[in-house]
């Protein structure tokens, strides 16, 4: 099971730097999570995430059920051997997929039953069926199955999503928890210490599992989420459904508000979250962990991330541009390559394009990160936010 250590702390906002040791290595804290939905960040290797100092990714466990599927990755023992990849994984629960794919779930006391995207199969998660999933593709940190909803909601339909999450988050951790507890029958959890008897991996390395909260965008029914998961005592707590269509200024009153009610002495985890605008004001909250797809997305569709902003490389203006994507950049594609010839890649459709943007942008949100945690070692993070807001063009 992971281990929490909070390093430093601002003075003046919830801003902290901290060490989360998993079974994989240490993560330093606030980090981002590039995301690798099948067992990979799209258009990039391993060793290219490895040169942008990535300590962590996420994989998506709806996704590899349906596709390479359980088997595989059991025979090759585990998502880190099957991806070539020797740092942490944490994975969804598979919870957002069933979301934005609502037309294929149907969500019931039990579970999700859903047709495949793939191929129209059917299938079925439970609590317990998306730990042991998890447990198979061998992560660090696991995530508990939730209900996620998307904006706006009714206040029913959020306490309906609110009492489906906790009851599956306490069947889930029952469930991880009884694995460890099946191998040691006569020992209780609480007495358990040696690493030995921790619930594990298929693979017979200690893992963990977090909780969600939930509640939509009503304070109280957060309030109650947050009380319900800590009394069940997971090693680590999330911020679900957030990022769902809401607007920023609400997503940043609701997690002003939830974050501050997770124990202090555990990784917070906002999920989904975002641009770096949003990942500066939420690390102001005292949040610890993100993951979102826009890095590399956007490198796909030609936007990347600078000082100043975002740039569209397929903008006309870059057509004779010599300069870099960003002249403070120190990432692969900024010390090789030019505007113009990113913005040639790009307009011929060229795939070496989608794998420079995203090296690019993948460098700028972890260096991001990176520096966001020497300014709170170093006492200064309120100067460090004030000089990235002023670098942005108006």
């Known amino acids: 099971m992971l281990k929490f250590e909070v390093s430093k702390e601002c003075k003046n906002t919830k801003a902290r730097t901290g060490i989360i040791t998993t079974s994989h290595g240490d993560i330093q804290t606030p980090i981002f999570m590039p995301v690798g939905t099948l067992g990979s960040v799209k258009s990039v290797s391993v060793e290219e995430l490895k040169e942008c100092e990535a300590q962590i990714i996420l994989g998506n466990t709806y996704h590899l059920y349906l596709r390479p599927g359980c088997d595989v990755i059991s025979h090759i023992k585990g998502l880190h051997k099957f991806m070539n990849w020797d740092r942490p994984i944490l994975t969804d629960s598979g919870g957002f997929q069933f979301f934005s794919l609502a037309k294929l779930a149907k969500f019931s006391d039990e579970g999700v039953s859903f047709q495949s995207h793939i191929d129209g199969s059917s299938h079925k998660f439970t609590?317990?069926?998306?730990?042991?999933?998890?447990?198979?593709?061998?992560?660090?940190?696991?995530?508990?199955?939730?209900?996620?909803?998307?904006?706006?909601?009714?206040?029913?339909?959020?306490?309906?999503?609110?009492?489906?999450?906790?009851?599956?988050?306490?069947?889930?951790?029952?469930?991880?928890?009884?694995?460890?507890?099946?191998?040691?029958?006569?020992?209780?959890?609480?007495?358990?210490?040696?690493?030995?008897?921790?619930?594990?991996?298929?693979?017979?390395?200690?893992?963990?599992?977090?909780?969600?909260?939930?509640?939509?965008?009503?304070?109280?029914?957060?309030?109650?989420?947050?009380?319900?998961?800590?009394?069940?005592?997971?090693?680590?707590?999330?911020?679900?459904?957030?990022?769902?269509?809401?607007?920023?200024?609400?997503?940043?009153?609701?997690?002003?508000?939830?974050?501050?009610?997770?124990?202090?002495?555990?990784?917070?985890?906002?999920?989904?979250?975002?641009?770096?605008?949003?990942?500066?004001?939420?690390?102001?909250?005292?949040?610890?962990?993100?993951?979102?797809?826009?890095?590399?997305?956007?490198?796909?569709?030609?936007?990347?991330?600078?000082?100043?902003?975002?740039?569209?490389?397929?903008?006309?203006?870059?057509?004779?541009?010599s300069d870099p994507i960003d002249k403070n950049c120190g990432c692969y594609t900024c010390k090789s390559y030019s505007r113009a010839y990113l913005r040639h890649l790009y307009k011929s459709r060229e795939l070496l394009a989608y794998r420079l943007n995203t090296i690019h942008n993948l460098h700028f949100y972890l260096n991001l990160m990176k520096q966001i945690r020497k300014s709170i070692e170093d006492g200064d993070f309120i100067e460090f936010k004030k000089n990235f807001y002023s670098k942005l063009q108006k």
């Open 127 to 321: 609590p317990e069926k998306a730990v042991e999933i998890q447990a198979i593709l061998g992560s660090d940190i696991m995530m508990s199955l939730d209900w996620c909803i998307g904006h706006p909601a009714t206040k029913s339909e959020s306490l309906e999503a609110l009492n489906k999450t906790t009851k599956w988050a306490k069947r889930g951790l029952d469930f991880w928890r009884s694995k460890c507890l099946e191998a040691t029958s006569s020992s209780s959890l609480s007495s358990l210490s040696s690493p030995s008897l921790l619930p594990k991996s298929a693979y017979g390395l200690p893992n963990s599992l977090f909780g969600i909260v939930q509640g939509g965008m009503y304070k109280e029914l957060r309030a109650i989420s947050a009380e319900q998961l800590i009394e069940l005592d997971f090693p680590g707590y999330a911020v679900g459904g957030l990022s769902v269509g809401e607007p920023t200024e609400l997503m940043y009153e609701i997690a002003q508000h939830t974050v501050p009610l997770l124990p202090s002495d555990k990784p917070r985890y906002v999920m989904g979250v975002g641009t770096p605008e949003n990942l500066i004001e939420m690390v102001a909250m005292g949040v610890d962990m993100f993951d979102c797809v826009m890095p590399s997305r956007n490198a796909r569709n030609g936007q990347l991330f600078t000082e100043q902003g975002t740039i569209n490389i397929s903008n006309a203006g870059f057509k004779l541009d």
